[in-house]
């Protein structure tokens, strides 16, 4: 059976994690999907991985639409989640939901936008419009410029505090899902147990309503340098099917992750 946003939102409240992979293509879509993994991101994390770029900027709407496509074609089972390249949800409400028009028809069941307590309205406006959106905050790729590098957020009272209000806004304009990236576990916790909206993981702690990564730096197929939260379940694995099926039962079993792959 197709795993709603209903299904997410039970799993979260009975404290079952969530598992959650990046996907760009049919092939990998049905392998997951087979694995038992709940959502397929397509991040424009394919910016890195699938283009060679050094930030997901360049991404465009036509290239998420493609690989979205690909995606919802492999997932029988899984919840498809297409994320909003840079410079199409910023300008405003109505003209980002016309840009996830496209995503929603290649397949995707949800859209993710980076962004706090700004993207606020536009998360209300869309999901009173019938499209479901997963905020993203902490470590915001496309704002890579203005934070000063890929680096761990919500350090200090202020930063904290700022992103626990930007969650709480998030929820509040009807968000369904929200990726907490890169922050200290304390604070991940802290606004997993503050808000309704389930949350899920990259960089952020054990105690998180689910956990995502890169699907091709948990595969160590990634040549770049792998981040301090990354685990590679390739390593000891005899196939990529038993790769992702050991992400899937170390993240229900919360094994992952453990105290070296998070920021404390
Ligand atoms: O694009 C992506 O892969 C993402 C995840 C890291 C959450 O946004
Ligand atoms: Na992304």
Redo the contacts with the bound molecule.
């Keep these: 059976m197709r795993i709603t946003l209903t299904t997410l939102q039970k799993m979260a409240r009975e404290g079952d994690p969530i598992t ?1 992979l ?1 996907c760009y293509d049919a092939s990998f879509a049905t392998l997951l999907d087979n694995a038992g993994v709940d959502t397929l ?1 397509v ?4 910016g890195n991985v699938i283009k060679g770029e050094e930030t ?1 900027l360049a991404v465009t709407l036509e290239e998420m639409a493609y690989h979205t496509r690909c995606v919802a074609r492999g997932a029988k089972r899984a919840l498809v989640i297409a ?1 909003m390249p840079f410079g199409t949800f910023q300008v405003s409400p109505e003209k980002t939901f016309e840009n996830a028009v496209p995503l929603m028809a290649a397949g995707a069941h949800m859209v ?1 936008l ?1 962004g706090g307590r700004e993207m606020a309205e536009t998360v209300a406006f869309l999901t009173r419009r019938g499209v479901p959106v997963c905020g ?1 905050i902490g470590l915001t ?1 496309q704002s890579v410029h203005q934070l000063g590098g890929f680096k761990v957020q919500g350090r200090g009272e202020a930063q904290a505090a700022k992103l626990l209000d930007d969650a709480k806004a998030l929820e509040e304009a009807g968000a369904g899902l929200l ?1 907490l ?1 890169a922050v200290p576990a304390a604070l991940a916790k802290q606004v997993t147990a503050s808000i309704r909206t389930p949350t ?1 993981g ?1 960089g952020a702690g054990p105690d998180c309503s689910g956990q ?3 699907l091709y730096d948990m595969l160590d197929l990634f040549p770049g340098r792998r981040p301090k939260f990354v685990r590679s379940f390739m390593r000891g694995a005899p196939s990529v099917q038993a790769a992702i099926e050991a992400f899937v039962k170390a993240v229900k079993d919360r094994t992952f992750p453990g105290p070296e792959e998070t920021f404390q």
């Design positions: 959650m990046t991101l991040g424009d994390s394919l997901t994320d993710k980076e993203h790729p990726v990236e899920i990259i995502v990564l890169v």
